[in-house]
């Protein structure tokens, strides 16, 4: 089986085939029912994963499925929740990101060998996927970019206002460790969780 790294056609028009920039924004009962969807299909996700061989190339290309396939849903509901270029930069995004991170599961299983050879062809099948992602990223920009100058309107201030304590509270919980981390994550609201594994801080599917 070819590397995902090799097929960067669909690297990029993968990534374009998500929601529409200018898709109606979700009402509150929606976006409320559609975080606790995706929370329990990660966690269930999750849990069949950890029912396979601890460590093994299935369980790593296991959880890496359904952690980056929930960050895609993550990002996809909150371009939905609120339409703008940067949020649909974050959708596009987000699947790159995870066409990477399963690329590099299939180099690191593909040539999982000790031996001279495998370990080079294990260095150069990942610096193509990271190639691969780095185009995959800007074709992102540049398709975020071409629908935002055409369709979106300027930020309110009360949006750039609920952004700002949105990043507080995350900034917030980023700051702390351990059972403190979690706790803090645990009351951050569904938007500021979305927020957060949009952009990437790590916080994982609430429990």
């Known amino acids: 089986m070819r590397p ?56 790593r290309r296991c959880t890496a499925e359904a952690q980056t396939q929930h960050e895609v849903d993550a990002a996809q509901l909150q371009a939905r929740r609120h339409p703008s270029g940067n949020n649909r930069f974050k959708a596009l995004a987000a699947q790159v990101n995870r066409r990477y991170a399963l690329a590099v599961e299939d180099c690191k299983t593909g040539h999982a060998g000790n031996d001279k050879d495998s370990k080079s062809a294990q260095q150069e099948c990942l610096r193509g996927a990271k190639q691969q992602r780095a185009a995959g990223i800007q074709e992102a920009h540049q398709q975020a970019a071409s629908e935002v100058s055409i369709f979106t309107p300027p930020k309110s201030e009360a949006e750039r206002q609920r952004e700002a304590d949105l990043d507080t509270a995350i900034r917030k919980c980023d700051s702390l460790l351990g059972d403190a981390n979690v706790q803090c ?18 916080v994982p599917p609430a429990k």
């Open 4 to 59: 995902l790294w090799r097929l960067a056609a669909a690297w990029v028009i993968g990534s374009v085939a998500v929601l529409p920039l200018l898709a109606a924004a979700m009402d509150d009962d929606a976006y409320r029912e559609a975080v606790a969807q995706l929370d329990a299909r990660a966690d269930k996700a999750l849990a069949h994963c950890k029912r396979l061989a601890t460590g093994s190339a299935a369980q």
């Open 185 to 202: 994550v645990r009351g951050l609201s569904p938007e500021a969780r979305l927020r957060a594994i949009s952009r990437g801080s790590g």
